[in-house]
């Protein structure tokens, strides 16, 4: 059984800072590209980060870039994702997700597992 599990999220105030965690079943994290997605009540489904199976290679969607970080630790099977300079639109609920492939994919129709997602809210 393929699991992912977030945590990390919270209520923040703006400026302020998270560190979301994606633990994964070790079946599906070594070899697999993995990355993050956000979606906002109304809004569709928005790539946030991704990062290759190695941790070598990051890409950023461009209302993150420069403020988010992505990283992986393949020992612990865990990926994170450092959020600084959080604003009320990075209000969301955020979702890992790992891919087959083990290069780095920004579609969310190219990953095959989900985790349940951890709700990130920034207070003005």
């Known amino acids: 059984q ?9 209520l923040v105030q703006a400026g302020g800072s998270l560190r979301l965690s994606c633990a994964a079943s070790r079946r599906t994290f070594s070899n697999s590209a993995m990355g993050w997605f956000r979606q ?4 569709e489904r928005e790539f946030v980060a991704a990062i290759d199976w190695a ?8 209302s993150v870039k420069g403020r988010f970080a992505i990283s992986r630790d393949n020992d612990a ?4 994702l450092l959020m600084n300079s959080l604003k009320p ?9 790992a ?3 083990s290069g780095i994919r920004y579609r969310d129709r190219d990953y095959d597992y989900w985790g349940q997602g951890t709700q990130v809210t920034v207070s003005s």
Do not use: F, I
């Open 2 to 10: 393929v699991q992912l599990v977030e945590s990390g999220g919270g």
């Open 40 to 43: 906002a009540p109304g809004k």
């Open 55 to 62: 941790g070598r290679t990051q890409y950023y969607g461009d």
């Open 77 to 80: 099977n865990t990926m994170y």
């Open 89 to 97: 639109e990075d209000t969301a609920g955020y979702y890992c997700a």
């Open 99 to 101: 891919t087959q492939y």
